[in-house]
């Protein structure tokens, strides 16, 4: 009798959570804009600063590792 109550609340809490994440999936969802993500917008800043260097200037990848 004591494990049947445990074991209800444990199921009950189990799907207070899921449905909470879903709500909050839903939530983010909504919220977010239509935009790219930061990292997709920095390659691009990225990839146009070394497209437009000057020839012969050395890059990050010409320092030797260390």
Do not use: C, H, W, Y
Not at 21 to 49: C, H, V, Y
């Amino acid at each position: 009798m004591f494990f049947a109550t445990l074991g209800g609340f444990a199921e009950m809490k189990r799907d207070m959570m899921i449905e909470r994440t879903d709500d909050g999936l839903a939530q983010a969802a909504a919220e977010t804009p239509n935009e790219p993500r930061a990292s997709a917008r920095s390659s691009i800043r990225a990839r146009r600063a070394t497209s437009s260097r000057a020839p012969g200037v050395a890059g990050v990848s010409s320092f030797p590792a260390g």
